[in-house]
């Protein structure tokens, strides 16, 4: 065996590699990739989250008033900017209707925690039992 027969042997074997391999390496990488809009939907998920805990913190005292005033208005600014890009980055939005959809979304995602949080007692034996369930875990007794 040559030289010349050793390397078509070589290059023939990395090309059907390469074929073998290609829709693999093609595919995972756009699926890693988030768009643009995908990146700010997370920051605006985070944002909300952090102005949640932020309200949390304050309803429960561990933020003082002052901090809570000045967090709050930079956090709300920066979603404020991100809602704007999701919605439309071309054009200026109203701010009270930005405003307002932020409030919004923070009672949705409030309401979203204290639904799942929500615990009631068994009439019957008196076991904590979730709010949405239709029975009892403990005792089988109908909620
Ligand atoms: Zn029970």
């Known amino acids: 065996m040559d030289i010349a027969s050793i390397l078509l ?3 023939l074997f990395i090309l059907v590699g390469l074929f073998v391999f290609k829709p693999f390496i093609t595919e995972v990488a756009p699926q890693k990739r988030l768009s643009a809009k995908q990146e700010l939907i997370i920051r605006k998920e985070m944002l ?3 102005l949640r805990a932020l309200e949390f913190d304050h309803e429960t005292g561990k933020m003082p008033d002052a901090m809570f005033a000045f967090q709050r208005e930079a956090l709300v600014k920066e979603t404020a900017a991100v809602l704007k890009q999701i919605d439309s980055p071309d054009e200026q939005v109203d701010a009270g209707r930005v405003d307002s959809a932020i409030e919004a979304a923070i009672a ?3 309401k979203g925690k204290t639904a799942v949080s929500n615990k009631t007692f068994c009439a019957k034996c008196g076991k904590k039992v979730d709010s949405n369930d239709k029975f009892c875990t403990k005792c089988g007794h109908r909620q």
Do not use: E, H, S, Y
């Open 9 to 11: 042997g070589l290059a």
């Open 48 to 50: 909300i989250d952090d």
């Open 108 to 110: 949705r995602a409030k």
